[in-house]
């Protein structure tokens, strides 16, 4: 248990708390119940088998050393076929899981959370009326009330027992709050396969554990399927803003935080899961079309001809024609075209003002303005936070939406900001930036004429 030195003193109670009543829960059944003399055993090694194949081999999420199993399902089957203590053995077979790198607490953990819901999940299924043991064909109609019920109950449990030891642990981020409600639909539709194998175990009995693996594990290709779609989507949106951010050495990070920023405005306003992976994805690449300015235009020092402003003013033109068969951005291509629009109709490139410009290109405009004045620049030092902000508010109503930057003000005061690193001399060879910067409104870009 030396794992558990490292955790916070709440953090090491839950942990405790969760074991010590899946163990409770157990030695209830042996010493007052006696319900689990009479469980069929041959029946619940065949489920703790499928169950642990299943936990052994999860799938991968990007969330830092998260993994998900479809293994609930033969825990729910388990309520129906061995009853609520039957279902918590089952669980707990979980500290006995063959992947690799897991500590000793996270077993038992993971054994006695499963224990947990599934000993709940099969109090419910009896009190909505569920028979235990092997179903019938004819009464099989009278199970599935009491199994969506007892699902109802496994998978909200589930989450949130896991959801509060990455809370206290100090992993909260982990925790896909806004998704949620996508997360829990998910999940159920996976925990019918748990009827599944009560349905099939009525036919042809245990033979129905081997014949359930496989869209068992199609599900769980699923899972990494949509995982690993995501990881390219991720890699190709690093690549074009590497690509961007070689041609200027003073905006290294700045589509990453300009992407942070418009995450925390998005959230502010309650935007939902899909919207902000993509609103996330415009800030990453809401400067790609500088790949189609002229490196000299951008590092020039000095007013920029009517000419060259222009060719700055094409760039989020540029930036749609980069990305525009990349399907997955969807709503993110009117961030990328509009997020140099103002308010007052005066930005560019098409001079839409008000509630005409995009609710993603609103939301870029604020946070894209905000990281350029608290950044380093070649001409001028990185602006304090408040002083950003203030630049905000006085550009309210004219330059930025007034709801984007309250909502961006609340979400900074509340989560607060890291600015970014101080400059140090660029090394040799790299390039440096211009004089002016079209992203900063206190420092707006000089043109003269060519006549």
């Known amino acids: 248990m030396a794992a558990l030195r490292g955790l916070p003193w709440f953090a090491k109670v839950y942990l405790v708390a969760v074991i010590g009543a899946a163990f409770a829960l157990l030695g209830y059944s042996v010493a007052v119940s006696g319900r689990l003399e009479q469980l069929d055993w041959s029946n ?22 998260a993994a998900v199993s479809v293994s609930f399902s033969a825990a729910l089957a388990a309520v129906v076929l061995v009853g609520p203590e039957g279902a918590a053995l089952v669980g707990m077979t979980a500290v006995f899981s063959v992947r690799p790198g897991l500590p000793l607490v996270k077993r038992l953990f993971n054994g006695a959370q499963f224990a947990v819901c599934g000993y709940v999940a099969g109090k ?9 043991g092997l179903p019938t064909i004819a009464g099989f109609d009278d199970l599935i009330v009491p199994f969506a019920g007892a699902a109802a109950v ?25 998704g949620v409600a996508q997360f829990m639909v998910s999940y159920l539709g996976y925990a019918t396969f748990g009827l599944l194998i009560a349905g099939l175990w009525a036919t042809v009995s245990s033979i129905s554990a081997v014949l359930v693996l496989l869209p068992l594990f199609v599900a769980r290709w699923a899972f990494g399927q949509y995982n690993a779609q995501q990881r390219s989507y991720d890699a190709t949106i690093a690549a074009l803003c590497q690509a961007v951010e070689t041609k200027d050495y003073y905006t290294r990070g700045h589509c990453t935080r300009v992407s942070l920023a418009s995450g925390m405005i998005a959230h502010e306003i309650g935007m ?41 003013q094409l760039h989020p033109m540029r930036g749609l024609e980069i990305v525009r068969g990349i399907d997955f951005l969807d709503e993110a291509f009117a961030g990328i075209m509009h997020h140099h629009e103002r308010q007052d109709g005066k930005g560019y490139p098409m001079g839409l003002a008000g509630d005409e410009i995009p609710e993603f290109a609103r939301i ?33 109503g004219t330059q930025f939406d007034p709801v984007m930057v309250v909502a961006f003000i609340k979400a900074v005061d509340r989560d607060g900001w890291e600015p970014p690193r101080k400059v140090i001399t660029p090394p040799a060879g790299a390039a440096e930036t211009t004089t002016k910067d079209h992203d900063d409104p206190t420092m707006p870009i000089q043109v003269v004429s060519e006549r």
């Open 44 to 65: 619940l090694l065949v489920l703790a088998l499928l169950f642990l194949v299943c936990e052994s081999v999860p799938t991968l999420l990007n969330v830092k050393q």
């Open 124 to 132: 419910i299924y009896e009190w909505l009326g569920g028979g235990v």
């Open 154 to 178: 496994f998978v909200p449990l589930n989450f949130i027992l896991i959801a509060l030891v990455l809370v206290l642990t100090g992993q909260a981020d982990q925790v896909p709050l806004r």
């Open 272 to 312: 939902g899961s899909e919207r902000l992976r993509a609103i996330r994805y415009a800030g990453m690449l809401h400067d790609v079309g500088k790949l189609g300015v002229p490196t000299k235009v951008l590092q020039k020092d000095g007013p920029l001809t009517e000419e060259e402003f222009a060719a700055i």
């Open 364 to 396: 870029i405009a604020v946070a894209d303005a905000f990281d350029s004045m608290t950044s380093d620049r070649s001409y001028r030092g990185a602006r304090p936070v408040e002083v950003a902000m203030a630049e905000l508010r006085k550009g309210a």
